[in-house]
């Protein structure tokens, strides 16, 4: 049974500083690594992607893979009220991307 | 210009009937899914269609049946429906390919109420 698994919150950060989300997978053989952003009522939406190991930076995100350890994690910089959201962990292997169960940031004003 | 688009958006039913979700994407991708998020916001897989073709199908309850008419196109019919499937449907489409990178894009999700 492949898992991924993520704390499922709600994490609470205060505006300006950095949040910390962090994913853990069960299978060495999962090929892509995705951050979907989903704001509460609405659908999910692609914030990163990641496939190698190390850091990838795109604006105020970075996204860390480390396969060795079978875990992928996602820093926001800077964070801002508009943050606040639940942030799932996708895992593709094969053709199949399973999804975590999701972490619920709140960026506190 | 709606990428992904599910219709409808909302889906209110009585037990025991039959309901479809239609679902259009404009991206030209190749695959096609439909998810079920729960109550508890779990978003699960239900199944995959490539270039028409069903390549997933997961534990899902025989009453569920996708139709993908073209790849531009797949929907998902319910028989009898059950208080159980009162959840919000996705639809997403992605474009794979030989490194198996693939982003989706996700449709606006249809809230479905089993009174």
């Known amino acids: 049974q492949k898992e991924v698994e993520q704390n499922s919150g709600p994490l609470s950060v205060p505006e300006g500083a950095i949040a910390s989300l962090n994913c853990t997978y069960s299978?060495?053989?999962?090929?892509?690594f995705f951050w979907y952003r989903q704001y509460s009522g609405k659908s999910p939406e692609l914030i990163m992607f990641?496939?190698?190991?190390g850091d990838k930076e795109d604006g105020r995100f970075t996204a860390q893979l480390n396969k060795a350890s079978q875990y992928v994690s996602l820093l926001i910089r800077d964070s801002q009220p508009s943050d606040s959201a639940t942030y799932l962990c996708?895992?593709?292997?094969?053709?199949?991307?399973?999804f975590g169960k999701g972490t619920r940031l709140h960026i506190l004003p | 210009d709606t990428a992904v688009s599910q219709t409808p958006k909302y889906l209110v039913t009585q037990m025991g009937n039959d309901k479809s979700i239609k679902c259009e994407q404009n991206?030209?991708?190749?695959?096609m899914y439909w998810y079920k998020q729960d109550s508890k916001k779990f978003l699960k897989i239900m199944f995959s269609?490539?270039?028409?073709?069903?390549?997933i199908n997961e534990t899902v309850p025989n009453r569920f049946s996708p139709k993908s008419p073209d790849k531009a196109h797949l929907n998902l019919h319910i028989n009898s429906l059950e208080l159980g499937d009162s959840a919000v449907y996705f639809c997403?489409?992605?474009?794979?390919?030989?490194?198996?990178?693939?982003?989706?894009?996700f449709g606006a999700g249809t809230r479905l109420s089993v009174l």
């Open positions: 269609y490539n270039n028409k073709e069903l390549i």
């Open positions: 997403a489409s992605s474009q794979d390919n030989l490194l198996g990178r693939n982003i989706q894009y």
């Open positions: 996708a895992v593709k292997w094969s053709d199949k991307i399973i």
């Open positions: 299978d060495r053989g999962s090929q892509s």
């Open positions: 990641i496939y190698s190991n």
């Open positions: 991206l030209g991708h190749d695959t």
